[in-house]
């Protein structure tokens, strides 16, 4: 395989123990599954060590008080809130972007926009939000909420609060605070703040944001939404797409239908990087790497409820095939995915949990290094990717070894940076810092 011009772009979704639902019980996993910052820390380094673009912080917002059943045999993904971990990390790390989750749902414009241009310059430069507006029941019932909006609704809320908190970041001119003049007593110059007035379907303020516009102009936008309301969401206003994607003609499929998407939003598709989820294992040889990746699988517990993406299936036979289901409200997507691998392969429950529901619908390559560098470079030259979003199934293990084994051997093959050229998180992926619009624009997405 040649090199090419184009750099891969990397980052890593970190979790507690690993994303594998066996990991936990592996030896070398994290023993505990109470906080600790110093575990974070030493994982965010370890992708810096790397030149990694981006760590990636998922949030999963509220637990119902009755989903308690079988909870003492489940590996939750409970841990500290994504925004103040990126914040706290921001501190430990120079270089490596964080994207943190922050659900539209239960959030304001305002308090968002002040938090994250807050970070983004405590960090230099360096924050990216994953936008979600997902609503599982346990985060309807966490919330109060007893009519949860639609699917559609919740997009078009969220693309009016992303709308309104890109204002609200162009509240001041970029060197607005930088000409105090003590001789004058002149601050700031009045041409230098632009308010915000803003009275939409779902928000209604008059406001000018009391911090300084962020070192990146807007923090990057990172979006994860598979359906169709999700992907036209993407093509308005995602700078990064965290897919989902098992097969190469799927990947390049939705990379090729999102880019397209971009042109009725005036939108350059170069500003735009797809990334799947990729999970691994790696070994000296493809069968050290099929044995570790084994020993996850065979550490997952079938027992008491089993959850499909969203679906409960406990009361059909595990060896059994997939149930005619009703199509979920939150992840659509995935849950087209899901049934469509069921019926393309035949598989049973058992197989489909192990295939997609311990993945969540990822590729998982087992190999050796180069097995697993060869891959990678196929994805990206054939235009199913500009990147991944690594799903290290062990942590930390898995992350040591893809840092120290097949980032230099990306790196032998010219792919993939061998030092941070840039600072914020823009410089990374060569995405354009967003100029103050004249006239600030909202607006519903557009139909597909």
């Known amino acids: 395989m040649t090199s090419t011009k184009r750099q891969l772009a990397l980052g890593v979704f970190l979790t507690r123990h690993g994303h594998h639902p066996g990991a936990w019980r592996q030896p070398g996993a994290a023993n505990s599954g109470r906080p600790d910052f110093r575990y974070w820390a030493e994982l965010a380094k370890t992708a810096e060590r790397g030149k990694f673009d981006v760590a990636f912080f998922a949030d999963f917002v509220g637990q119902a008080g009755d989903s308690t059943k079988g909870i003492e045999r489940r590996h939750a993904f409970l841990d500290f809130e994504p925004l103040t971990l990126a914040s706290a990390l921001a501190a430990v790390t120079d270089r490596i972007g964080l994207v943190a ?63 309104v908190a890109r204002a609200l970041w162009d509240s001041w001119e970029d060197d607005a605070f ?32 009391d911090v300084a516009r962020p070192i990146q102009g807007h923090p990057v936008f990172a979006q994860a939404g598979n359906s169709e309301v999700g992907r036209e969401f993407a093509a308005k206003y995602a700078e990064m797409i965290y897919a989902a994607a098992q097969f190469i003609e799927d990947a390049q499929g939705f990379y090729a239908d999102v880019k397209r998407r971009m042109a009725r939003y005036g939108r350059d598709p170069a500003t735009l990087r797809v990334m799947p989820g990729l999970s691994f294992a790696i070994g000296t040889s493809k069968q050290e790497a099929q044995d570790k990746f084994a020993a996850l699988e065979a550490a997952v517990d079938f027992s008491g409820e089993l959850n499909l993406m969203g679906q409960d299936v406990s009361g059909s036979p595990l060896d059994g095939p997939l149930p005619d289901l009703p199509e979920p409200e939150n992840g659509k997507g995935r849950w087209r995915q899901l049934t469509a691998l069921a019926r393309r392969e035949n598989l049973s429950i058992r197989q489909l949990f192990l295939r997609f529901n311990a993945v969540r619908g990822h590729r998982v390559v087992i190999g050796t290094p180069i097995d697993i560098a060869d891959q ?38 010219g792919l993939f940076r061998t030092e941070y050229t840039g600072i914020t998180l823009r410089d990374h992926l060569s995405l354009p810092r967003p100029a103050i619009a004249a006239v600030p624009t909202t607006g519903l997405l557009s139909a597909a």
Request: hydrophobic share 35%; no cysteine; charged share 25%.
């Open 178 to 209: 930088d000409h105090a003049d003590r001789e004058t007593g002149l601050y700031l110059d009045p041409n230098d703040v632009h308010p915000v007035k803003h009275d939409g379907r779902y928000f209604h303020l008059s406001s000018v944001l």
């Open 376 to 413: 990678i470079q196929d994805w990206f030259e054939r235009d199913a990717a500009d990147g991944f979003n690594l799903i290290p199934p062990l942590l930390p293990s898995s992350l040591d070894e893809f840092v120290d084994l097949v980032v230099p051997e990306l790196q032998r093959r």
């Open 101 to 163: 989750t922050v659900n539209t749902n239960f959030d304001h414009p305002y308090s968002l926009a002040r938090r994250f241009a807050s970070i983004d310059h405590i960090s230099g430069g360096r924050i990216g939000w994953n936008i979600v507006s997902s609503l599982a029941d346990g985060a309807a019932s966490s919330f109060g909420i007893d009519q949860p909006p639609s699917h559609a609704e919740r997009y078009q809320r969220a693309a009016e609060f992303v709308d």
